[in-house]
C-alpha cells in the first residue's frame, strides 16, 4: 500500500508520565484516517509530532518517502482543536498573512482566498476583525486558512466544534472533495458518526498504546458477531421461538416495524452461513425484516477501550 505518512516505533514521555509507548501507524495516501481515542489517550501528543511542534524522544516519522523534517512545514495543513486566529486582526489580512507563511505569494494567497471567501458565501467577512464574527464564523476562516495551500497532508482535529449541522454538512463535504482531489487527511474527533460517514482507515489509541487500526471495513469484519435483526409474521410464535432456539441464538429485538409480531435477535454459528438462517425461517413463516447488526465505530470504541 502507498502511504504518505509514516510513524515508526513513536515514544513520547513528559517527565515521568509516557504520552506515547511504541506506536507506529501508516496513512495511505488519498484517504481520511481516523486517529481516535478517549481523551487524554495520546492522540494530541502525536499529531504535535507530525506537527513538528515537539520531538518524539524515540521514533521516525516519515512523510511522502522522506524523514520529517523543517522543509515538510509546507505540506502540512494543521487545524487545531483550539483556533488560533488573531482576535484584533482583520479576517483578509490575517488570512492573507497566514497563506504567505505557508509559502503562497501575495498575489496567489489572495487568488485564492477570494476563490474560497466566495464558494463559503463569506466575502463580506474580509475587512470584519476577527472577534465580531462567532465561533462558527471564525472557524469557517481558519479552515479556509488551514486548506488553502493545497497541502499533502491535512490535519483536522474535531473540525466540526462550533458548526450548525448545516455548517457541519458543508464542511464534511469538503474534507471528502478534498481527498478525491488527491489530499490525505488525519482526522480525529469524538464524534463517531462522523468517522461512519468520513473514514476509510482508523487507529485507536489508549492509555499511550495503539491498540486497533485498520481499514474501516475490515476491522468492522473483525468485530462482526454474525447476529441479524429478524422481524417474523407467524401464527405460531412459540413454536418458532422454540426452534429457533434449538438452532441458534436468539434474543428479544426492538425497532420499529408494522407487520412482523416476533422480533429477534438471532446469532449464527460461525461458519453457518445467512443463508441458512434466511432458509430456515421462510419454509415456517413471513420474513419482514432481515438485516445483519454490524458493529458501529462507537461500539467498537468502547468495546475495545473496555477491554484494554
Not at 509514516?6 to 481516523?34: M, W
Not at 494543521?78 to 488573531?86: A, M, Q, V
Not at 478534498?178 to 460517514?197: K, N, P, Q, W, Y
Request: net charge negative; hydrophobic share 40%.
Amino acid at each position: 500500500m502507498d502511504n504518505l505518512l509514516v510513524a515508526e516505533n513513536i515514544i513520547k514521555n513528559y517527565g515521568d508520565y509516557r504520552a506515547l509507548n511504541d506506536v507506529s501507524l501508516a496513512v495511505p495516501r488519498g484517504s481520511v484516517f481516523g486517529l481516535l481515542g478517549p481523551n487524554g489517550a495520546g492522540k494530541t501528543s502525536l499529531i504535535r509530532i507530525i506537527n513538528q511542534i515537539t520531538l518524539p524522544d524515540q521514533g521516525t516519522v516519515y512523510l511522502d518517502n522522506e524523514k520529517l523534517e523543517a522543509k515538510h512545514i509546507k505540506d502540512i495543513g494543521y487545524l487545531p482543536e483550539e483556533r488560533g486566529l488573531y482576535k484584533s486582526m482583520k479576517v483578509g489580512e490575517q488570512a492573507l498573512y497566514l497563506a504567505q507563511l505557508k509559502g503562497l505569494s501575495k498575489k496567489e494567497a489572495k487568488a485564492r482566498l477570494e476563490y474560497w471567501f466566495e464558494k463559503f458565501d463569506i466575502s463580506n467577512w474580509w475587512g470584519k476583525k476577527v472577534q465580531e464574527l462567532s465561533k462558527g464564523m471564525a472557524q469557517k476562516v481558519q479552515f479556509i486558512v488551514t486548506v488553502m495551500h493545497k497541502p499533502k497532508l491535512l490535519i483536522f482535529d474535531e473540525p466540526f466544534s462550533g458548526f450548525d449541522p448545516v455548517n457541519a454538512n458543508l464542511i464534511k463535504d469538503e474534507i471528502l472533495q478534498l481527498r478525491d482531489e488527491g489530499a490525505t487527511i488525519i482526522f480525529s474527533t469524538h464524534r463517531m458518526e462522523s468517522v461512519e460517514e468520513l473514514c476509510d482507515h482508523i487507529a485507536l489509541i489508549h492509555k499511550s498504546n495503539k491498540i486497533l487500526d485498520g481499514k474501516l471495513i475490515d476491522v468492522k469484519k473483525q468485530f462482526r458477531t454474525n447476529t441479524f435483526e429478524v422481524g417474523i409474521h407467524t401464527e405460531n410464535t412459540e413454536i418458532l421461538r422454540n426452534e429457533l432456539n434449538e438452532k441458534f441464538s436468539i434474543s428479544e429485538a426492538s425497532f420499529n416495524s408494522i407487520y412482523d409480531n416476533l422480533k429477534l435477535n438471532i446469532q449464527i454459528p460461525k461458519g453457518t452461513s445467512p443463508n441458512e438462517l434466511l432458509q430456515f425461517l421462510t419454509s415456517r413463516a413471513e420474513i419482514s425484516h432481515f438485516v445483519e447488526m454490524i458493529p458501529s465505530v462507537n461500539d467498537i470504541f468502547i468495546q475495545s477501550v473496555e477491554n484494554n
